[in-house]
């Protein structure tokens, strides 16, 4: 189980797949009530999302993070 994103092999193949206009979704079971906590476990991904050269503004918004609860609200 990955708790972390801030592998480099993993963030790139984030940044690879989001360069050729794929969208990521990231759903955890954390279910945190304050961004801070899902920002402490993302931000290696978010930070690269950020900065990154590759990625159009169009392709930097194809990451979608959700939290468990937020699955309840998808039909």
């Known amino acids: ?4 994103f801030s592998s ?5 193949s984030f940044l690879d797949l989001m360069s050729h206009d794929t969208k ?3 759903v955890t079971a954390a279910g945190y009530t304050e961004a801070e906590r899902y920002y402490g476990r993302l931000h290696g991904l978010l930070e690269a999302v950020k900065v990154s050269e590759i990625l159009t503004p169009a392709q930097k918004r194809n990451l979608v993070i959700m939290g468990k609860s937020s699955l309840i609200f998808l039909v």
């Open 24 to 26: 990521i979704g990231i």
């Open 1 to 4: 189980m990955i708790k972390r």
């Open 8 to 12: 480099p092999l993993l963030i790139s």
